[in-house]
């Protein structure tokens, strides 16, 4: 099954590793805000080239908070005592439009 949505960077931000075969995997930790007092942890993987390249043309901008679109399959669900995870593999996210600030006229 495939999902596509947004989610937000949570504190866990993004980082960048390789496998044990040397292929280049983004972790992004992230949030799902479904409602005001309803938030789902996610951890999804992405690996390969792909993940290499969105990695180093926004490295810079993947902070806490930065939406992302993605879209991502193999979704599970881990519990440890009151606290749920969802990991997924993502094939495919691009950083979400996020609203243009004005400045404010002096």
């Known amino acids: 099954m495939r999902a596509t949505g947004m989610v937000f960077l949570s504190r866990g931000g993004a980082r960048l590793n390789k496998d044990s075969k040397g292929e280049p995997t983004v972790t992004l930790m992230c949030l799902d805000r479904i409602a005001n007092h309803q938030v789902e942890s996610w951890a999804l993987f992405w690996k390969g080239q792909d993940a290499a390249d ?20 193999n979704m599970r669900s881990h519990t440890a005592g009151r606290t749920v995870e969802i990991t997924a593999r993502v094939i495919g996210c691009e950083l979400a439009p996020t609203p243009e600030k004005k400045a404010v006229a002096a």
């Open 54 to 73: 969105f990695w180093q043309h926004n490295a810079t901008k993947l902070q806490p908070g930065t939406p992302l679109n993605v879209t991502v399959e």
